[in-house]
């Protein structure tokens, strides 16, 4: 008997704790997200901002690494060309000189 009073004895105050510490997660739980919607309430008006920012950044880095990339291998092509002699320096120049004039 001595024995079921010493196991309830150890019990109760694990079992005290473990409520104790549920139901303060519970609140913290809830305070977070108390104040997540706070904050998404005062900066809604800045969000969509920050969005548009953030959109126009991402695109901005993304078309700017494409045209590096394939300036990149436009120049990495052009040096094997020449080295195969498949192309020729005056060749180039013609080409340039002939695109330039069409732009204009």
């Known amino acids: 008997m001595s024995r079921g009073l010493l196991t309830s004895q150890i019990d109760l105050p694990t079992s005290i704790y473990k409520r104790w510490f549920i139901k303060n997660t519970q609140e913290k739980h809830f305070e977070l997200l108390i104040h997540r919607q706070r904050w998404l309430r005062t900066n ?17 880095q993304y078309l700017s690494n494409l045209f590096l990339s394939n300036g990149t291998l436009l120049d990495q092509m052009t040096k094997t060309l020449l080295r195969k002699r498949w192309l020729f320096p005056n060749e180039m120049v013609i080409h340039i000189c002939s695109n330039n004039e069409s732009l204009v």
């Open 44 to 60: 809604s008006s800045l969000s969509n901002g920050f969005f548009r920012s953030n959109t126009l950044s991402e695109s901005y």
